[in-house]
């Protein structure tokens, strides 16, 4: 039986997410530093920092919602790209942590207080691959038990996340959240565009056309 690659990525980013727990230095070395990417060119914190988390909430958060939304993409990947569709999913979801923070690193690139760490960014583009491609199920979060169609649930976590974004009142980088989850979007219209002939993008558009035409 093979072993999915969610269950991997989540199994890595727990083992290493609780070794940074215990180690300030295995933080610092993979924590993304906008300096330390610019003055060193140390790039690999781009990736990196998406595998340690600042808590266990944090961590059990993040890894909750790839485990439920993950799976499910990544039987749809396969189902439409065939053999390669696991690759595929894995490229999506490793680029996703370098994209959702190139906003980040513009803005922050001198800012030698700035800090930032999590899969949160390719958390988001997982999820927002899963509305993409089933747009209508429906969607919530865990302690607000109201459940609404997922292209209105996307909608609304992204215009709340803006909103948090330049409030910047807390230390939660939206900014990735809102990236990631819009390339996630973009990289599976794209790549079905080129290696599939499943129109992800028509589908999407006629299940809200639908949905919308039941009223």
């Not at 072993?3 to 990525?9: A, E, N, V």
């Not at 939206?174 to 599976?188: K, N, Q, T």
Request: proline share 3%; glycine share 8%; with cysteine.
């Amino acid at each position: 039986m093979q072993l999915s690659i969610t269950l991997i990525i989540i199994i890595v980013t727990t083992l290493v997410s609780i070794g940074g727990f215990s180690s300030h230095k295995v933080i610092d070395d993979l924590i993304f530093y906008p300096p330390a990417v610019s003055k060193q060119k140390q790039w690999w914190r781009f990736f990196t920092c998406g595998l340690i988390h600042a808590d266990f909430g944090h961590l059990i958060l993040n890894m909750y919602a790839l485990y439920i939304f993950g799976g499910q993409v990544e039987k749809a990947f396969a189902s439409i790209f065939g053999q390669y569709g696991n690759f595929i999913y894995l490229l999506m979801y490793i680029s996703a942590l370098v994209v959702c923070l190139l906003p980040t690193y513009r803005k922050h690139r001198d800012d030698y207080y700035y800090r930032s760490l999590g899969a949160s960014g390719a958390v988001s583009a997982v999820v927002f691959c899963f509305i993409l491609l089933f747009p209508l199920q429906k969607l919530g979060l865990i302690f607000f038990p109201v459940m609404i169609p997922g292209f209105i649930f996307g909608a609304l976590y992204l215009v709340v996340s803006s909103v948090l974004e330049r409030r910047s009142r807390d230390n939660i980088n939206h900014s990735a959240h809102i990236w990631g989850a819009l390339y996630g979007v973009v990289f599976l219209i794209a790549v079905s565009n080129f290696f599939s002939s499943y129109s992800v993008l028509q589908n999407f558009v006629e299940d809200v056309r639908g949905w919308l035409g039941s009223f």
